[in-house]
């Protein structure tokens, strides 16, 4: 698959975690920050990961902050992207089975890197079924 990562200083450790562990399975990253533990504001790097997601055409980028909280919301900000905060692998499953979600974010201090691995995971093993979902995602969609 081809991914793209972000994060603030708050998600940065679990984000470098995950990506390594991405890229170990052969997985394609763009990594569009931050590259150290430097304080930085989380929207801006949500609307970057976002953009390029939207240009470059990834199966999916995945957001790191501290809680996971601020850097989903300001992703969902951005029209066409759906960003599920996932705290337990059935959630990380739904948020593409039911919700088709593009992005997948994780908190760096209150989830545990094999914990979110695991989410990825389910995330990735997943597959979105259509039928019903389809026209609730587009009324999603259509709400921005
Ligand atoms: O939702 C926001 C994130 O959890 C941020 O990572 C957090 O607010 C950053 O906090 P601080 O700048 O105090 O490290």
Redesign the pocket.
Known sequence: MRIVVGS????FELKEELKKRLMDQGHEVLDVGCHDKN?VD?PMIAVDLCKVLLAQGQDFGLLC?????????AANKVKGIRAALCTDCYSARMAKEHNNANVIAF???TVGIEHAWAMVQAYMAAEFQHGIHEPRVKMIDEIQ
């Open positions: 603030d200083h708050g998600g304080m989380y902050c501290g809680t996971g909280i601020g850097i989903s919301i908190g760096g201090r």
